[in-house]
């Protein structure tokens, strides 16, 4: 069965450090992966997408890289401030889009 | 500043009690989508509609049922509500391109006692 793993335990980073987060898929072959954030008690935000066809993606401190062969993206936050302190949900979608599943999400601790 | 509102935050309803969670987007999207949220589980569709009218089963449909009546609202409806619901109900919104950048309301935390 589809499946998407990211790391289940918590990130805990210094200020200033980049934040590494990683989402893994299995039997699956996603045209686009998104990632969102997520506050505590509230809906997700969506931050950004990549396509099948790219290798990476910027916007201003974030940077998406996917993978199709290892079936890996990783979600990199540069400068990291305690603001950044959330839950990061990746989501695989096939093409068309309307078949998407969604990461549990990894929380991110940035400490002062 | 566009928005996916959802008509309550918390709500708590007894068993066998039917249950409506209204959502209203203002940004004219053609594609709204409801998700359950527990904990270590992920986001999982319950219904998505992708016109007025319009409904489709997502992967946990059974005990749920949805209304879209007009573009921008889209109900989601609980027969007979049971304690196996109490979760965090999200709304969601998109344009065309399905469930991709969707923007996401701030959620009802429903428990059923």
Same mark, same amino acid.
């Given at each position: 069965s589809q499946k998407i793993e990211q790391n289940s335990e918590a990130l805990n980073i210094q200020e200033g450090k980049t934040a590494t987060l990683t989402c893994n898929? *299995?039997?699956?072959?996603p045209a686009y992966l998104q990632w969102y954030r997520q506050d505590p008690g509230r809906g997700p935000v969506f931050l950004l997408l990549i396509r099948e066809n790219e290798k990476e993606k910027r916007k201003e401190r974030l940077k998406v890289t996917f993978d199709t062969t290892l079936k890996q993206s990783l979600?990199?936050? *540069? =400068?990291?401030?305690? =603001?950044?302190s959330a839950t990061y949900l990746? =989501?695989?979608?096939? *093409? +068309? +889009?309307?078949? *998407?599943?969604?990461?549990a999400g990894t929380r991110l601790f940035v400490k002062a | 500043d566009v928005k996916v509102t959802q008509s309550s935050r918390y709500l708590v309803k007894r068993t066998g009690e039917k249950v409506f969670l209204e959502c209203v987007q203002d940004m004219d999207h053609e594609n709204m989508?409801?998700? &359950?949220?527990?904990?270590?589980?992920?986001?999982?569709?319950?219904?998505?509609?992708?016109?007025? #009218?319009? !409904?489709? !089963?997502?992967?946990?449909?059974?005990?749920? $049922?949805?209304? &879209?009546? !007009? #573009?921008? &609202?889209?109900? @989601?409806? @609980?027969?007979?509500? $049971?304690?196996?619901?109490?979760?965090?109900? @999200?709304c969601a919104s998109s344009s065309l391109g399905g469930h991709l950048s969707a923007f996401f309301g701030q959620g009802t935390r429903l428990t059923v006692v």
């Amino acid at each position: 069965s589809q499946k998407i793993e990211q790391n289940s335990e918590a990130l805990n980073i210094q200020e200033g450090k980049t934040a590494t987060l990683t989402c893994n898929y *299995t039997n699956y072959s996603p045209a686009y992966l998104q990632w969102y954030r997520q506050d505590p008690g509230r809906g997700p935000v969506f931050l950004l997408l990549i396509r099948e066809n790219e290798k990476e993606k910027r916007k201003e401190r974030l940077k998406v890289t996917f993978d199709t062969t290892l079936k890996q993206s990783l979600f990199h936050i *540069t =400068a990291s401030q305690p =603001a950044d302190s959330a839950t990061y949900l990746c =989501a695989l979608s096939i *093409t +068309g +889009g309307f078949k *998407t599943i969604f990461g549990a999400g990894t929380r991110l601790f940035v400490k002062a | 500043d566009v928005k996916v509102t959802q008509s309550s935050r918390y709500l708590v309803k007894r068993t066998g009690e039917k249950v409506f969670l209204e959502c209203v987007q203002d940004m004219d999207h053609e594609n709204m989508f409801w998700y &359950r949220q527990d904990p270590g589980l992920g986001l999982r569709l319950i219904y998505f509609s992708y016109d007025v #009218k319009m !409904k489709e !089963k997502g992967d946990i449909p059974e005990g749920y $049922s949805v209304s &879209r009546e !007009k #573009k921008e &609202r889209f109900s @989601l409806i @609980l027969e007979s509500a $049971s304690t196996n619901q109490t979760s965090m109900y @999200l709304c969601a919104s998109s344009s065309l391109g399905g469930h991709l950048s969707a923007f996401f309301g701030q959620g009802t935390r429903l428990t059923v006692v």
